[in-house]
């Protein structure tokens, strides 16, 4: 081999990045699955990839997210298109779709809310898991709703017998048909109160701001999910909601406010009270 010949596993050896972002990049670059880091790994690679990948490993370094980068997120087992209009679909927001589909047993063609979709990987999980499911998505972002719309199209069987996605435009409930119940509704709206300093660090400098907080007290669009569920839903309907680390008993105490029973709070993974929700009094 040329000894001044560049191959994978060079790249990657001189690498500032962590090892999982880098090859990440270079699995994007290359289109090579994660083995072929392995068995490939010596081949020479040509100019143009090892500039690609090099630009890449810049913006990274520069503090852009890997997800922006490549353009994808892995989110309950499906692979989302992720653009700098969207929240990057995390880990701890799997906690919201494993309730609401819990809230789901035991009914038939359920009606699903989703308020504030974003890339739509709340409401595609939702879908993706219960094919039945008749589920409508709000957003005031145009942006938001076209890469939404372009993860169900793509992620979703077009025959499922609950239907296309409905997606919206529009604030909250403002825009929806007023004849609309639901048996579940969802969000994972902007809940970080402004001057947050996690706001001006990592990932989060490059996340569309609107959607990460209200420029005020972080609990804005809670309140107003909050009291415009109950017009919302059917009798015995639930209404799911992440927020902030430290604003699980204000969201209790907002839905108890509204008449809403049983509010309670679930834990992530990292013992942090994610997100809390009731049930609508039959």
């Known amino acids: 081999m040329n000894a001044n010949a560049v191959t994978a596993d060079t790249l990657l050896r001189a690498s500032p990045l962590p090892a999982l972002e880098a090859r990440v990049?270079?699995?994007?670059?290359?289109?090579?699955?994660?083995?072929?880091?392995?068995?490939?790994?010596?081949?020479?690679?040509?100019?143009?990839?090892v500039l690609a990948y090099r630009a890449l490993e810049?913006?990274?370094?520069h503090g852009e997210p890997v997800a922006q980068l490549i353009g994808r997120r892995e989110f309950f087992g499906l692979d989302f298109d992720v653009t700098p209009d969207v929240l990057i679909p995390r880990p701890e927001t799997e906690l919201l779709v494993e309730t609401a589909l819990a809230a789901l047993d035991g009914l038939t063609a359920p009606r699903v809310l989703d308020l504030g979709t974003g890339s739509g990987a709340i409401a595609v999980a939702i879908a993706s898991a219960r094919p039945d499911a008749?589920?409508?998505?709000?957003?005031?972002?145009?942006?938001?709703?076209?890469?939404?719309?372009?993860n169900a199209q793509r992620l979703l069987d077009a025959k499922r017998p609950g239907g296309e996605l409905v997606f919206v435009a529009g604030s909250w409930y403002d825009t929806l048909d007023p004849s609309l119940r639901f048996e579940v509704i969802v969000s994972n709206p902007p809940y970080i109160a402004s001057g947050d300093p996690h706001l001006e660090e990592g990932d989060l400098r490059f996340e569309p701001r609107g959607a990460l907080t209200d420029e005020a007290d972080g609990l804005t669009a809670l309140r107003a999910i909050v009291a415009g569920a109950?017009?919302?839903?059917?009798?015995?309907?639930?209404?799911?909601?992440?927020?902030?680390?430290?604003?699980?008993?204000?969201v209790r105490a907002l839905l108890s406010a509204q008449g809403f029973a049983d509010a309670r709070s679930h834990r992530d993974l990292a013992g942090i009270e994610r997100i809390s929700g009731a049930r609508l009094p039959n």
């Open 58 to 61: 810049a913006r990274r370094a």
């Open 230 to 250: 109950p017009a919302r839903l059917t009798p015995g309907g639930v209404l799911w909601v992440e927020h902030g680390y430290d604003q699980a008993s204000a």
């Open 134 to 150: 008749r589920i409508w998505t709000v957003d005031r972002s145009a942006a938001a709703l076209a890469v939404a719309k372009r």
């Open 25 to 49: 990049l270079l699995m994007h670059v290359l289109g090579w699955r994660r083995t072929e880091l392995i068995t490939r790994g010596d081949e020479t690679l040509d100019n143009a990839q």
